[in-house]
């Protein structure tokens, strides 16, 4: 009678082993796994001295390429400018760097160098921590991506057009008293930066294979395929990119120069031009995102 009232009211019936398989304790497991936050996997151990690490190595990256990047970034401009040669404003601002080592390091010019890599670094880092950290992955994890690309590309264009509008007042033409950037040459600058960006963040993860495939394992014992592509794709990519640096300098140099005079202008300078800024991109997206990778890794790992 019970099983007829049971049927006709649409209720489910109970079987002898729905009654014996119920567990209370496998019903309050999930219950409370059901309530708690994704938060609760993420990986945070440690996370303020991994914090701490990413500001170490995108320091020591920082401070090692600084200096010749500032050597060679002021060398360019003055020479686009006519205020100096590359030659001799390389020599004269060596020569600071040997004997005054202490006026050099502590020059606005340097300061806005070391901001400016130190700041591009610590973006990656930050990605590769944050990456790390939500998907409960290993503290010294390394991320590749639209993310990593945008942080590192946004924080890179942003100071550094901030350090050549800078540069460009500071070391302009000497007869000319300092002006406001135009936009067209942030905009040439902005684009060789994003080209620069995407060689030094992108690029290498694809052309590490293929540079793999080719180098012997002779070679491959004293560079590795990625550390030779993080140092050969952005040192490339400067024969595209010095025209569009080298256009933008001379739009603010000279305001009312023809179109044709700024064709000569470029191309005169152009071969040797972007080989200081392959001497430049080599250490600064080479050498420093090859320091800035590995002290982060051997500190994370450390921690973990």
């Known amino acids: 009678m019970r099983e007829d009232r049971s049927r006709s009211a649409g209720l489910p019936q109970e079987s002898p082993s729905s009654t014996k398989d119920w567990n209370p304790q496998a019903l309050t ?3 409370n796994h059901v309530g708690t936050s994704d938060a609760s996997s993420w990986n945070t151990r440690k996370l303020g001295l991994r ?12 401070f090692l390429v600084a200096p010749v990047i500032t050597l060679i970034d002021r060398g360019i401009i003055e020479n686009a400018s006519g205020r100096n040669t590359l030659g001799g404003s390389l020599k004269s601002s060596f020569k600071e760097l040997l004997f005054r080592p202490q006026r050099f390091v502590f020059s606005k010019p340097f ?10 670094y610590m973006a990656a880092n930050s990605i590769d921590s944050a990456f790390s950290t939500i998907r409960a992955q290993s503290a010294s994890t ?3 991506g639209l993310p990593k690309f945008a942080a590192t590309s946004t924080t890179n264009l942003s100071l550094c ?3 050549d509008s800078r540069f460009t007042q500071m070391f302009g033409a000497a007869n000319a008293a300092p002006r406001p950037v135009p936009t067209a040459t942030f905009a040439l600058f902005a684009l ?3 080209l620069t960006i995407f060689a030094s963040f992108n690029l290498p993860a694809l052309v590490a294979p293929h540079l793999s495939q080719r180098m012997g394992e002779s070679l491959q014992r004293y560079i590795s395929s990625a550390s030779a592509a993080q140092i050969m794709t952005p040192a490339a990519l400067q024969v595209v990119s010095t025209p569009l640096h080298l256009l933008g300098l001379d739009l603010y140099n000279r305001e009312r120069a023809e179109w044709r005079e700024r064709a000569v202008k470029v191309t005169k300078d152009w071969a040797k031009s972007s080989l200081a800024r392959m001497g430049r991109i080599v250490p600064a997206f080479g050498i420093g995102g090859v320091v800035n990778t590995r002290v982060r ?5 450390r921690l973990e």
Request: aromatic residues 10%; proline residues 0%; without cysteine.
């Open 161 to 163: 057009l901030y350090k």
């Open 142 to 144: 390394v991320t590749a």
């Open 111 to 120: 300061a806005l160098i070391f901001s400016l890599y130190f700041g591009t």
């Open 51 to 62: 914090i701490g690490a990413d500001v170490a190595a995108a320091s020591a990256a920082g």
């Open 29 to 31: 497991e999930t219950i």
């Open 297 to 301: 890794s051997g500190l994370m790992k």
């Open 192 to 194: 060789r930066d994003s």
